[in-house]
Structures are given as C-alpha cells and as structure tokens.
T-cell receptor
Framework: KNQVEQSPQSLIILEGKNCTLQCNYTVSPFSNLRWYKQDTGRGPVSLTIMTFSENTKSNGRYTATLDADTKQSSLHITASQLSDSASYICVVSSSLRGGYNKLIFGAGTRLAVHP | GAVVSQHPSWVICKSGTSVKIECRSLDFQATTMFWYRQFPKQSLMLMATSNEGSKATYEQGVEKDKFLINHASLTLSTLTVTSAHPEDSSFYIC???????????????FGPGTRLTVL
C-alpha cells in the first residue's frame, strides 16, 4: 500500500533554532518527492521537489534531503522565524500509465515557532 | 507565474442549498485540475481529477452526483456541492497542472482554498 508517514506530528521550537522534519514513504513506482508549507487556512506552497537522483535541494533556509534507498526524506529549517509556523506536508508522486502522476500526501507536521 | 486562484475564499450556506466554487489558473493553461478536501488537522484528500473537455474522474467514496465538476476551459474548473449538509463543511482546495509542464516534475500548483461552512 502506498503510504507517506511524517514525524513528528507536531513540534514547538524557539525562534532562531533549527529543526528537522522526517518523512518515510512506501510508494511505488516513485516519481518525485515534494515538501509543501501550508499556512492555516491557505493552500499548500511548494518548497522543494526532488527526483530519484537528487539527494539534497535547498530553498533559502529550507533544505530537503532524499535517500531513495531507505525511502526517507527530511526537511531542515535553519534559523527559524515566527513566520515558519505552519504545517509541512511531505508528498510523494507516483508515476501512472499515460504519463500522469498520483500524489500521496503525508499527514503533515505542525510546526509552531515561539518567540 | 503559476498562480491558481479560488473563489470564493469562504462561504456560509444553509443546509440543502448548492454552492459553486471556482478554480482558475491565472497565467497558464491547465489541461488537468484536481479537487481536494481537507478536514481540520488532516491532510489533503483527493476528491476528483478534472480534465478539460471531458468528464471528471472521482476517487472511491466520492459521490459524483453530489460534487459536480465542470472543466469547460483550460483556465477554469468549477466544483458544485449540491444539497449541502453540515458534514460537507470543509476546506476545499484545487490544484492545476500546467499544460506545458510535461517534464520530470509534473508539478501541480495549488489554489488558496475555499472554506465551506454549512449551517
């Protein structure tokens, strides 16, 4: 069964600190893995997208890693800011016939950054 | 670029009425749009896939007669919740795939969502 599991479920950190969010997946066939940031009451915004051959990708203070062998990914946030408070969703894209992709969503990690 | 809008951003309606939600790709053409539903503290659940000019494909458990989807143009898809009930109250999010995006990422761009509350 295709699944995406994220941990922790929720996290509280102090402003300025770093944190790492985890994502494990069992999705086949694998196409790519995405991390999204979703603010409360808003749609998801893409942070990074990585294919099978990409091990790491950065977007400002966000750095995602991918280990396709162990089927694990992480999202590292550096020097957190209050505006980083949001849900972070790991999404794995699975290739379907006809060139279409199906997205399998993780439940998300709710991050709260406190002053 | 790659902006998706939704209208309205929120709506409150009485039980039994129908509500239409619009999803537009503002600066690109989208042959495929997707409709998701998200309940509080849960992740997005795909409801249906909408292809321009053809019937939508619904996920298992989603009633096609209750959630009517129309994708009449390359920039607009609509979701109509018919005879809405309180249990239909949710956050509805659409996404769109750029028709030119036939590359390795096959990326979808998400709209800001519509909060539906049925009284």
């Amino acid at each position: 069964k295709n699944q995406v599991e994220q941990s922790p479920q929720s996290l509280i950190i102090l402003e300025g600190k770093n944190c790492t969010l985890q994502c494990n997946y069992t999705v086949s066939p694998f196409s790519n893995l995405r991390w999204y940031k979703q603010d409360t009451g808003r749609g998801p915004v893409s942070l990074t997208i990585m294919t099978f051959s990409e091990n790491t990708k950065s977007n400002g203070r966000y750095t995602a890693t991918l280990d396709a062998d162990t089927k694990q990914s992480s999202l590292h946030i550096t020097a957190s800011q209050l505006s980083d408070s949001a849900s972070y969703i790991c999404v794995v894209s699975s290739s379907l016939r006809g060139g279409y992709n199906k997205l399998i969503f993780g439940a998300g990690t709710r991050l709260a950054v406190h002053p | 670029g790659a902006v998706v809008s939704q209208h309205p951003s929120w709506v409150i309606c009485k039980s039994g009425t129908s509500v239409k939600i619009e999803c537009r790709s503002l600066d690109f053409q989208a042959t495929t749009m997707f409709w998701y539903r998200q309940f509080p503290k849960q992740s997005l659940m795909l409801m249906a896939t909408s292809n321009e000019g053809s019937k939508a494909t619904y996920e298992q458990g989603v009633e096609k007669d209750k959630f009517l989807i129309n994708h009449a143009s390359l920039t607009l898809s609509t979701l109509t919740v018919t005879s809405a009930h309180p249990e239909d109250s949710s956050f509805y999010i659409c996404s769109a795939r750029d028709a030119r995006s036939v590359h390795v990422y096959n990326e979808q761009f998400f709209g800001p969502g519509t909060r539906l509350t049925v009284l």
